[in-house]
């Protein structure tokens, strides 16, 4: 590790985080409304093992949603394009 002023790299870093923490998540107002919570299992059914288990990280969940999302979305271009050339 490379010392510059006393302190190394590690440490200026762990410092810097101390002064600057990242900011906090707010809670949801009262009035506001929740994320409808994704279930991996009915999103991707006939598995053999709990998907939800498997990935328990809400950006995770969310990403394999927009995955499914799209590759939906591309299959009906794909479609549409196929119905316009005949």
Known sequence: MTKQGGLSYIERDFMEEKDNPPPEVAPP???????K?????????GKGYDLN????????????HQLKRNKRD??????????EEE
């Open 37 to 45: 919570e994704i279930d991996l299992n009915d999103l991707f059914p």
């Open 29 to 35: 107002e009262p009035g506001e409304v929740k994320e």
């Open 53 to 64: 288990r498997l990935f328990p990280d809400e950006g995770t969940k969310k990403l394999l």
């Open 74 to 83: 591309i299959e009906r271009f794909i479609k549409n394009l196929y119905l």
